[in-house]
């Protein structure tokens, strides 16, 4: 009687224990939601900034690549020759700065004063050659001295005037140095020859390809020889940073995604190794459920897309790779 006493109480205690852990079980499976869809990454099409031959390419298909790291290179002979051309252009510029700048040297001055002087002595002489003929003229009533005499030492005091006055004029000019103008002007043609120089300086940079990211090279489109211009992409690039799963939640189960919220992103070739991830993007507009996502409702459902950012310290993820993603039940947004 004891023992079917104790049978009895065993079978229960084991059938109230297979209860609970099945209604446990049914509330887990009820509150985790699972969602399938394919991991999606950036890509970009890198081509060169200029025009010219293509010299050499540092890259090929399936190659990691850091961001900054020179993938390819075209022949900027002729710009570094006319860069060349620019330096020199500048130099001659800044020398004729720095002459105006510096205005007359004490030589010019001094030989300007020379000048002035001398002519000063031609006026003083032709003066005093004129009075001498009027001297003449006056002692001899106008018949030692001609008429066409009297006329041509009046033109050599005002040609003789004349220079002096010029002679004047250079050495103030010579005193006080360039116009502000020139100085203006000279400066203008110093920044122009620079903003040339920059110019070529900037072409033969581009004539350097450089990944914009981190990335993987995925396709090679140019090789050395290849003329490239910047409509011809070079390199199709895939960027390792951000990656995302792109899933599609049916509107049943919309109300259970919040922004921010924790998800586990699950792939065939690691399934016991989950990535963590984040909801980072719920669409504001229903869609057709697309025929790539296989999920357990109709195709026909209207569903909303989601986006779910992963980090992939590993690098484990694939563009088009098929994953799932899976929502912790009582997971609470952050």
Known sequence: MK??????????????????????????????????????????SLAFDGNGRVVALHAEEGDSVKAGQVLGVLDTKTLELQAQQARAQIE????????????????????ARSRLAAAQADASRAKQDLKRLQGISANT??????????????????????????QEEALRIAEMGPRKE????????????????????????????????????RSRLLEPGDMATPQKAAFSLALTQPKW?????????????????????????????????????ISSVAEFTPKSVQTEGLRTSLVYELRVQVEDLDNQLRLGQPATVRFPGGETPQ
């Open 3 to 44: 023992k079917t006493v104790i049978a009895v109480v065993i079978l229960t205690g084991l059938a109230i224990l297979g209860g609970v852990w099945w209604y446990t079980k049914a509330n887990v499976d009820d509150n985790n939601l699972a969602l399938h869809g394919n991991v999606d990454i950036r890509q970009v």
């Open 92 to 111: 001659v510029q800044r020398q004729n700065l720095l002459r105006l700048s510096n205005g007359s040297r004490p030589e010019e001055v001094a030989q």
């Open 141 to 166: 009533q106008g018949r030692g001295v001609s008429a066409q005499e009297m006329d041509l030492a009046r033109s050599n005091v005002k040609v003789a005037q004349a220079r002096a006055a010029e």
């Open 182 to 217: 020139e100085l203006a002007a000279a400066e203008a043609q110093l920044q122009a020859s620079q903003a040339q120089l920059a110019l070529f300086e900037h072409q033969i940079a581009q004539g350097e390809l450089k990944a914009p990211a981190d990335a993987v090279v």
């Open 245 to 281: 799963v792109r899933v599609f939640v049916s509107e049943s189960d919309l109300g259970r995604i919040q922004p921010g919220m924790a998800a586990k992103v699950y792939t065939d070739s690691r399934p016991g190794q989950p990535i963590d991830g984040r909801v980072g993007y």
